[in-house]
């Protein structure tokens, strides 16, 4: 497994927005020598405190020149054509992945239905747009000249630049939190960058399976077929249990959890609903998506939930000081919640190893946790993690 790095830029009041970025551009140089992966930065759009990160490729670019051997990700970067043309992912991609010096990663997203309404978006359609965007940008990278006739839209003969230094071209990518957009990615040969918050072992091998299935039947959507499963995970890294319980992590992953039901205009009943499932409802239905303009419904923030994350998520949405042991004792039996010491990370590192991940995207700088306590987690990981990991990988090699 490869320890990477999550970003969604999110910025506590007392911290302003030039300090925010500054301080991430330090998390990512120390990341890059501890041997962390690839940093993966997020897109999102309106959406205040929770995500700074509306420019991924903007802010991955500036990184390029702070940093030497990290790989840069967007995960993902937003693909209805209405958000951005796949000919402009194509060009801006490319120029990150010269300047980088051949350590670019894309990742598509299919946005959610809180940006849709921001840009207009067709719902319905977005789905096929970013299909249709996973087999373009391929072909704007090798093809000369480039000329396309689609369903959505039509281009003709052009030549493009600049191209990607990678060949044939840079790793594709596809988020999915459902069943079936796990076996959508394995029929285009991308790989999948998993959003699951919470999920059981049992629930991530159902996604894992799903995609599966979809290689078998892979018609690759680039020149090559990337098969790799990248997992979302909070993550914190401490030397000592005190130390982790200390750091305010397991409050911040709470607050995130918290925050879901706006970012993503779902109704936060619903999202209650999942992670009192344990969160594998993804698998059999949907949630209520809120109309436009739709307010959230009234709900009971039941301080005494029979289920701890709930009990507690209830008591913060009220506007309780939570207490930061009573916290760290409700994630710590979520394999998929990695924060502790080095030995627990190791051990539920192995038990998210066992049922596929391949890489974990770490989310260390999350709501207010301080930078100095992000930048000890990013040590902590790089020095008792990363070389054993590295180890185990070359012996399997």
């Known amino acids: 497994m490869i320890l990477d790095i999550f970003s969604e830029l999110q910025k506590s009041p007392a ?49 390029s020149q702070h940093t030497e051997r990290i790989r840069l990700g967007t995960s993902g970067t937003l693909a209805p054509f209405g958000i951005h043309h796949p000919l ?18 894309l990742g598509l997203a299919r946005s959610v239905e809180r940006e849709w309404e921001t840009f207009g978006v067709d719902g319905e ?27 959505h839209l039509s281009i003709p003969p052009r030549e493009v630049v600049p191209k990607p230094l990678q060949k044939p071209h840079p790793p594709l990518w596809v988020t999915s939190a459902r069943a079936e957009g796990f076996e959508r990615a394995g029929r285009a040969g991308v790989g999948v960058l998993a959003t699951l918050l919470l999920a059981p072992p049992e629930a991530l091998k159902i996604a894992f399976d799903a995609y599966r299935k979809g290689l078998e039947h892979c018609v690759p959507a680039g020149r090559f077929v990337n098969d790799q ?5 909070f993550f914190h890294c401490a030397q000592s249990r005190k130390e982790a319980i200390a750091s305010g992590a397991a409050e911040a992953a709470l607050w995130f959890m918290n ?15 999942s992670i009192r499932a344990q969160s594998v409802t993804w698998v059999d239905g949907r949630s209520h998506v809120l109309a436009p303009g739709e307010a959230q419904p009234t709900f009971d923030l039941d301080p005494n939930d029979p289920v701890p994350v709930i009990a507690l998520m209830n008591r913060q949405m009220a506007g309780e000081k939570l207490d930061p042991v009573e916290a760290y004792e409700a994630l710590e039996p979520y394999d998929a919640v990695i924060i502790g010491d080095v030995e627990t990370c190791r051990r539920k590192l192995a038990i998210l190893e066992g049922v596929g991940v391949d890489r ?19 040590r902590d990981a790089g020095e008792g993690l990363i070389p054993e990991l590295e180890k185990a990988a070359g012996r399997r090699a």
Do not use: N
């Open 15 to 63: 911290v302003s927005e030039a300090r925010l970025y500054a301080d991430s551009i330090e998390q990512a140089k120390l990341a890059d020598a501890m041997g962390f992966g690839c940093w993966w930065s997020v897109e999102h759009h309106c959406t205040g405190e929770f995500s700074y990160c509306s420019t991924p490729d903007l802010f991955l670019s500036v990184l």
């Open 88 to 105: 402009q992912i194509a060009e801006r991609a490319a120029f990150l992945d010269v300047i980088s010096g051949g350590r670019l990663e």
């Open 125 to 151: 359609e977005a789905r096929e747009q970013i299909d249709e965007a996973l087999r373009l940008i391929p072909r704007y990278w090798t093809e000369e000249p480039f000329a396309y006739h689609g369903k």
């Open 229 to 233: 499963r990248a997992l979302f995970a």
């Open 259 to 273: 925050m879901q039901p706006e970012v993503y205009s779902v109704r936060r009943t619903d999202w209650i609903e």
């Open 360 to 378: 974990l995207m770490c989310l260390m700088q999350m709501g207010s946790i301080p930078h100095e306590v992000v930048m000890r987690s990013i």
